[in-house]
């Protein structure tokens, strides 16, 4: 079976909001990557809604056919809007106001865990899924595998910025492979734990085959790179072209 694609539309809506305008419709984005393919929609409504708004996820819940995963925080004030909104999976995510973007996943050991577990709760006691993104750690896989949630994403910022070091090839290509080494164990603890194993972050046309091929990783998670290619070659196109690197591999 070929590994999953989710397109992360966040970056369609941070255009928008750079004019205040109603354009470009992340919704309408949305539509055009499922027709191109696409086998879920992803978005992070987050505290600040810098980006996505509510109308937005309130829009896509009705209109997305495929798998549509809410990224947000563990806090009382997201989980009462996913309860209202319902989607199909839930993707707990740290946040922090002054990030660029996610910087890294959830320390389920940390001063965090009473929050993440009280959402879970909560959740899915109201019959969704909740996903937790968390680094390629096996202390972090084995607390998400006893909060007993079903799924896990992977954060693969470390793989994808080691591709990207300046430094010699043989080094960079050192850097990439014990990263690569570590997302690899991580899918295979968490596939022994019965987890869902998802993986994302910083992935792209040139970087993503070697993830793509982890034995265990059924979906990806990818959003910045996509939409990028988009404005030079059409969204179509960009979702296209990803998916048949996919496809080449699994």
């Not at 810098?50 to 937005?56: G, L, V």
């Not at 084995?142 to 799924?151: D, E, G, I, N, T």
Request: glycine share 6%.
């Amino acid at each position: 079976m070929s590994i999953l694609l989710h397109v992360n539309i966040d970056h369609v809506a941070t255009v928008r909001m750079a004019r205040g305008t109603s354009y470009p419709d992340p919704v309408w984005a949305a539509s055009l990557c499922e027709l191109a393919g696409a086998d879920g929609i992803t978005v992070h409504l987050r505290e600040d809604r810098r980006h996505i708004q509510d109308r937005d996820v309130e829009l896509l819940r009705k209109t997305v056919r495929g798998t549509l995963n809410l990224e947000m925080a563990a806090t009382p004030a997201m989980v009462e809007k996913a309860l209202s909104i319902l989607p199909d999976v839930v993707t707990l995510v740290p946040e922090r106001r002054q990030e660029r973007t996610t910087e890294g996943g959830l320390d389920l050991t940390g001063e965090t865990l009473p929050a993440v577990r009280s959402a879970i709760e909560k959740l899915s006691s109201a019959g969704i899924p909740v996903s937790l993104f968390i680094a390629p750690d096996p202390v972090q896989l084995r607390a998400a595998a006893q909060l007993k949630v079903p799924r896990i994403e992977l954060h693969t910022g470390s793989y994808c910025e080691a591709t990207l070091q300046h430094c010699t090839k043989v080094e960079r290509d050192r850097i990439s492979a014990a990263e690569l080494e570590r997302l690899a164990q991580a899918a295979e603890e968490g596939v022994s734990l019965g987890l869902h194993v998802a993986a994302g972050h910083g992935l792209d046309y040139n970087n993503v085959t070697p993830v793509a091929a982890i034995p265990g990783v059924e979906e990806l998670n990818i959003g910045h790179a996509l939409i990028a290619r988009a404005v030079l070659v059409g969204l179509d196109r960009a979702v296209r072209d990803m998916l048949a690197i996919l496809h080449a591999v699994t």
